[in-house]
């Protein structure tokens, strides 16, 4: 019978002993070896672990079509021209409700749909440039396994028939050479305004710091200090008042904040996982830091799944390649408010287990690293119990906090440059998506004018 699952598999290239942790296809013929190999390449494995599960996920999609339409296509071109159809309008029969294949697909977003096909052609692409399933296309059906041979056969197509051509910078000259272009791309993604992000209400993270990050003490003898959740209130200034992500926050060691004693204030910087300095001598990076001092990989070596996976956006650095992300507090006080709240963790900080040591500033109730998912969750309680829904259109999630830092930097008359290096982007048109103004802003801003008029 056919099937096709995800596992997570610990992948070996070399002799060093050295296994990359990578989420994999496996089939009634074994794991799908080519997709696995695709995302240990050099050029793919430095993508993030949302990238790779998101190329697995596709390639899951394309593997199910194949089984549930075994011997319906005689040619590949049309296998998946009905595929990249499958994909945006479904496989559901508007008037019988039925579906031969089992999928019971639902239609897809114009715009997933070709992200999904991407992730196929990169694929085909690279198989297309292996030497050893150039010689497997020559004759591929005598492969033992069916899900490679019609991998092949797709990479074949795509190169030499240019059927997924939504890449392409000349677009012109393809359709030269192939009429039937337009018959295998997806529907046009309609142009639209993209609703500006919400950011957390300016007006509740007072109220969020003093009443939200609260916690629970059995001590008899508990003073008020001990009903303070100085962690939530910490990583919270970072995201509010820094404007970092929340992913960030969790690579911070302990040694990466720095305290400024003239100013009585912190200074924070987080440097690069893998790349970064460390506060020892003798190692080169982060990396061979947390391997050979802790046993430990890099936070976004991890896959999704794994507790101590976090993520990393490749913000502009500071200082070169290993160097770090500053945070530049605004206002400027909160750098003041950060360091005592930060101090006041430390005091409540559980350390490590002996056996378990790390270098993370941010623990768990056990010393372990503390986690983006169980943050995420005292993030959420935090702001239900200032009354608030936790949801991302009313921008109460944790990343709510990183739009008001850009948008409180704009509104402060900073330009646009200063507000990509402050927010540590690459270009300094990134950040208008933090600035741009929300609809109630235009309502108001129209009725202020309206209210000249008169």
Known sequence: MAYVLKANTLYRNDKTGREVELPALLTQDGLLISHLRYLASNRNLRRSASWRERSVFACKLLIRWINGNEGRYTKTQDLLSSFTEALEYGTIDVTTQADPTGLYWTPRMTEDARTLLGHITQYTDWLSEEPEYKTARANPFMKATLIEQRMNWCAYYHKEGKVFLCHLSDQRSAEEKNARVRKIRTSQVPVFRKRPTKRFPEGEIVNLLENGWVRRSADPCALEHDFIDYKGRAITILMHYGGLRKSEVFHMYLSDVIVDIK?????????????????????????????????????????????????????????GPDGYVEVFFYPLVMAKEFFYNYVMYLKQRVDPLAHADHPFAFTNTTGSPETMKNFNRQHRDAVHRIGL?????????????????????????FDNVTIQ????????????????????DVRAKLCEKLGESR
Not at 273 to 302: F, H, I, S, W
Not at 395 to 413: C, D, F, I, Q, V
């Open 389 to 413: 829904p936790h949801q991302k259109m009313q921008g109460t999630t944790e990343h709510g906090h990183r739009h008001s830092y850009g948008y409180r930097l704009a509104g402060a008359g």
């Open 263 to 319: 100013n009585n204030e912190a200074i924070v910087r987080i440097y690069h996982p893998e790349q970064g300095r460390v506060p020892e001598e003798g190692y080169a990076n982060r990396r061979d830091y947390l391997n050979r001092r802790y046993g430990m990989k890099p936070r976004t070596e991890y896959s999704k799944s794994h507790s101590l996976h976090a993520g990393w956006k490749a913000p502009l650095l500071t200082d």
């Open 421 to 440: 290096k402050a927010m540590h982007h690459k270009s300094p048109d990134s950040p208008r998506v933090y600035t741009e103004p929300t609809d109630e």
